[in-house]
């Protein structure tokens, strides 16, 4: 017999969850922990390549909100909850879960006080871009990739976002090392990560985000991305340190605070 769409729809869908990048992002903890470590050696590639794709998700989000409910009182407020609600419900639930717990320690109400501020900083950020179409660019592109550069530059937040987050993780790998605690999974991670591709995915993420932000003019170009650096460094230090050792939770962790800083690097050059 013919295999039914439905069943086709299934398998894809078990097929792109069981991804070791994904996994790192979406499993819990328990279906991580009886995965072979050799998968994620080579997961930091997937890494990087899902920080994309998460970023042209959240643009597709943030457009079909757009379309359906457009401005309210000035601000794309819909937008910007529909897109955050998507933002922390899926894609990132666990990287808000890990920041918050690195925020609010072993205290189960801190922990959940600290989950709330994390997406109410969130929505407040999110409600406050806008599409700045009378910003200037610096050159014109070709019509045939024109596409690459949104004309309404809160899409390039968006899109950027997510890839600075997998580099945070990617990052982590280089200036942490495995301990006691660390998961086989992410210590097979950290083994298969080469640290001249992180180079060079920085610098690939660092010529997008000039190119992306010369409307904020020199000193805001360089900003954003330069903050989205020293958060990743920075963070990814701190929580391995917090947590005894590298670990999912601070890679998870770093991926949000990065995420959180270069918006507000953002928001802020704008």
């Given amino acids: 017999m013919p295999t039914k ?21 979406l499993a819990e903890d328990e279906a991580l922990a009886v995965e072979p470590p050799q998968r994620f050696q080579r997961a930091w590639f997937g890494l ?15 457009g079909a909100a757009w379309k359906t409910f457009g401005h309210y009182l000035g601000f794309l407020i819909m937008p910007a909850a529909i897109t955050v609600a998507f933002y922390c419900l899926l894609p990132f639930a666990g990287a808000v879960s890990a920041l918050a717990r690195q925020i609010g320690g072993a205290s189960a109400d801190r922990r959940s006080a600290a989950a709330s501020v994390i997406v109410v900083a969130l929505a407040l950020c999110f ?22 550069r949104p004309q309404d530059k809160l899409y390039r937040v968006l899109l950027l976002m997510p890839a600075w987050g997998s580099w945070a993780m990617l990052i982590s790998l280089k200036i942490c090392k495995p301990g006691e605690k660390t998961e086989p999974q992410v210590a097979a991670l950290a083994r298969g990560c080469d640290a001249i591709a992180v180079t060079v995915i920085m610098a690939v993420l660092l010529a997008a985000s000039i190119a992306y932000f010369h409307h904020l003019g020199v000193g805001g170009q360089i900003a954003v991305p330069a903050v989205a650096i020293v958060a990743a460094v920075a963070s990814g230090s701190w929580f391995c340190r917090a947590s005894g050792g590298l670990s999912r939770q601070s890679l998870l962790a770093a991926n949000l605070a990065t995420q959180i800083a270069f918006l507000a690097a953002y928001l802020a050059g704008r």
């Fill in 5 to 25: 769409p439905h069943n086709l729809l299934s398998r894809a869908a078990g097929w792109v969850l069981a991804r070791p990048e994904l996994m790192l992002l």
């Fill in 48 to 62: 990087a390549v899902s920080g994309v794709l998460w970023g042209i998700v959240l643009t597709a989000v943030w």
């Fill in 127 to 148: 409600i406050h871009l806008s599409p700045d179409r009378h910003r200037w660019e610096l050159f014109d592109l070709p019509w045939w990739i024109e596409w690459l």
